[in-house]
């Protein structure tokens, strides 16, 4: 397996990283691996799937607010 050497990383962005890996119970490696695939192997999101995925956990929350309601939340407080 190819390996890479990164040199002059700034102390606070290494600091954030090991802080994130600890979070993520994973070592700086394994963090900076996972950071990496995310950032080359991204993909396209299929507008159709993503619907069906939110309209799943919309019916999972046993919750639907109207237009109105949501409205009137949000200006709750507001002067």
Partial sequence: MPTI?????PED???RLKEQAKRNR???????????????MS???DPDEFIERARVIRESL????TEEEINQAKN???P
């Fill in 5 to 9: 050497t990164v040199k002059n990383i």
């Fill in 13 to 15: 962005v290494y600091e």
């Fill in 26 to 40: 994973r070592s700086i490696n394994s963090e900076i691996i996972t950071l990496m695939e995310r950032a080359v």
């Fill in 43 to 45: 993909y396209r999101i």
């Fill in 62 to 65: 046993k919750f639907v607010a």
């Fill in 76 to 78: 709750e407080g507001r």
